[in-house]
């Protein structure tokens, strides 16, 4: 069967007294077909442990267990929990653990394979980013979110998201998945995204003043570099004008007229490590007190 029917799924969610929790946006993929390009995409194999994030009633568990050598699956909802442990009580590669993927611990993995429920998205991608070595995650997004994490910088979709994650890591959009292919069906589009972390390139002095000033100049990002830093350091209780000494201490020219939304890695790097400096010399308050 290719299709797993809207029927046959709320039979299910019924069975084991499973309500939809929209606020999730949790939607079942419902597309074998689907299901099994995705596992194809990620490469699975039996040297592989796998984690999937919200296992649901278990079509993209199928395909990976048939696959892997181990499958870790978090899922937080306990009536799936119960559906994925029957059906998958004669499986010895395949662990359910019942839990919240944002604070569970999580397994030493090779790959993240996942449909990921939307509202934990960028949450949960920044986690696995930061506490998991995997080779890649081939994870499943609303297709507005994925876009937003290959952005360029200038473009409209760039945003301080695509900039902190394109810090940590590299995406490539791989598939489009009509929202025809869940159930319920979601009011836009997904797309399955390849996630790996970033090993070259330039990085900051320090990653906790890098944040800290992302959240500071992205909170507006149209804005001339120059002003949007006069708010920011105005609004830490700074003098506004001291961005005017960080400005020139960069040795960028024009940067003071560029705007965050058009300003790439490179140049985020440099300013973040000029802004250290001037945290050390106590001219600027420290990120600890953001």
């Not at 267990?65 to 029957?86: K, M, Q």
Request: charged share 25%; glycine share 8%; with cysteine.
């Amino acid at each position: 069967m290719s299709l797993l029917s809207d029927i046959e799924i709320r039979t299910l969610l019924t069975k084991y007294g499973v309500k939809e929790h929209k606020k999730r946006g949790q939607s079942f993929l419902k597309n074998q077909f689907v299901a099994s390009e995705i596992a194809r995409i990620a490469s699975v194999g039996p040297e592989d442990r796998v984690l999937e994030i919200g296992g649901g009633l278990g079509i993209l568990t199928e395909w990976l267990a048939a696959a892997a050598g181990l499958v870790h699956v978090i899922e937080i909802e306990p009536g799936l929990v119960n559906a994925l442990r029957d059906r998958f009580a004669s499986r010895e590669n395949v662990v359910i653990v019942e839990g919240d993927a944002l604070t569970a611990d999580l397994p030493a993995v090779t790959k993240v394979v996942s449909n990921l429920p939307y509202s934990i998205s960028s949450e949960i991608t920044f986690r696995l980013l930061r506490e998991l070595d995997f080779e890649q995650a081939v994870l499943m997004y609303q297709k507005e979110f994925a876009d937003r994490l290959v952005a360029t910088p200038g473009s409209q979709a760039y945003s301080r998201l695509s900039v902190n994650f394109q810090y940590l890591g590299n995406a490539e959009e791989l598939m489009d998945v009509s929202a025809s292919m869940f159930y319920p069906e979601p009011a836009v589009d997904s797309q399955v995204v390849r996630i790996k972390h970033r090993t070259s390139g330039p990085f900051a002095q320090d990653a906790h003043v890098f944040e800290w000033m992302i959240r500071g100049v992205y909170s507006y990002p149209n804005k001339h570099l120059r002003r949007a830093m006069q708010i920011w350091f105005k609004n830490l209780g700074v003098e506004k004008n001291l961005a005017d000494d960080v400005i020139r201490a960069c040795g960028i020219e024009g940067l003071g007229t560029m705007r965050p939304r058009g300003m790439g890695l490179d140049v985020l790097v440099v300013l973040a490590d000029i802004l250290g400096t001037f945290v050390e010399d106590q001219k600027l308050l420290g990120p600890e007190e953001d």
